[in-house]
């Protein structure tokens, strides 16, 4: 499986993966590595499917937890005690999850929504945030990020990666919508207009709050990929009129403390 990475990430030793279109086992319009259990794909393929994934992210199934997202700002933290219901959790609803339970690993599915993952380099702990233009308006990055610094992460540490999502040149949003939009970046230019239409940069929106919270710009990292353009390599919800698949944005809470070097090179 052709898995994207983070060099970021990898460099800082967290194991993570954004899943490609890909590597599966399902049928069109499905095909091939769908990780969408709601979408009508057939749900023994897609339980096969997140066996793929798990197996090359490097974790249980049992371990790989996701909730019921719902494009808002509800943030769910992965407990100890959470460890054997993975299951039990997916029809709870949040569209960011953290996790300072080691082994354990938390992802969001997408399919031109932008997926975001967070690392810790000192604690280990992590997030996967999903963030569509709704969740970016309603804050669900900054309130990842709250709950991270509440579980003890400081911002000038953190760690970020941007992954594949619709790019600003297919996103085309109405006049409201831009509005919305352009007032959740407001020091930035996340609206582009061409003509009569207006085209948002999702990207540019993660990269300005995260910014605006203290990340430092060498921590954001983005990996590339543009869901609606690369029908080969992606999912799209918009390009595809509904019916695709789901990817995976996935990270693994590391059990460990990094090497002492890596510390050292993160305080910059």
């Known amino acids: 499986m052709d898995m994207l990475r983070s060099s970021l990430l990898r460099r800082h030793g ?17 095909d091939s590595l769908n990780l969408g259990a709601a979408v009508g794909d057939r749900p023994d393929l897609v339980a096969t499917n997140r066996r793929r994934f798990c197996e090359a992210l490097g974790v249980p199934p049992r371990l790989l937890f996701e909730v019921s997202q719902v494009h808002a ?3 769910r933290e992965i407990c100890d005690r959470d460890r054997e219901r993975a299951g ?5 609803e949040a ?12 992802g969001v599915r997408v399919a031109d929504c932008l997926p975001l993952l967070i690392a810790d380099p000192r ?3 992590v997030a996967a945030v999903h963030v569509g233009w709704r969740g970016a308006v ?8 709250d709950e991270m610094e509440r579980m003890g992460a400081s911002a000038n540490d953190l760690l970020t990666a941007i992954g594949p999502h619709i790019r600003c040149d297919h996103f085309e949003v109405g006049e409201d919508v831009a509005a919305q939009i352009a007032a959740a970046a407001p020091q930035t230019r996340v609206i582009i207009q061409k003509g009569d239409a207006r085209f948002a940069d999702l990207a540019a929106v993660a990269r300005a709050q995260l910014l605006g919270r203290g990340i430092r710009s060498e921590h ?3 990996v590339g990929g543009d869901t609606f353009e690369d029908a080969e390599r992606f999912f799209s919800y918009r ?3 509904g019916c695709t698949g789901r990817h995976l944005a996935a990270i693994v809470c590391r059990a460990k403390p990094p090497p002492h070097g890596l510390v050292r090179e993160n305080k910059g």
């Open 220 to 222: 954001v990292d983005d």
């Open 14 to 30: 967290f194991e993570h993966g954004f899943s490609p279109r890909r590597g599966g086992v399902s049928p069109p319009p499905y």
């Open 88 to 92: 039990d959790l997916r029809g709870e």
């Open 239 to 241: 390009r595809d009129g």
């Open 123 to 125: 604690s280990g702990m």
């Open 73 to 75: 700002a509800t943030v």
């Open 95 to 106: 569209d960011a999850l953290t996790t300072r339970a080691g082994g354990v690993a938390v």
């Open 138 to 145: 309603a804050g669900i990055v900054g309130r990842a990020l």
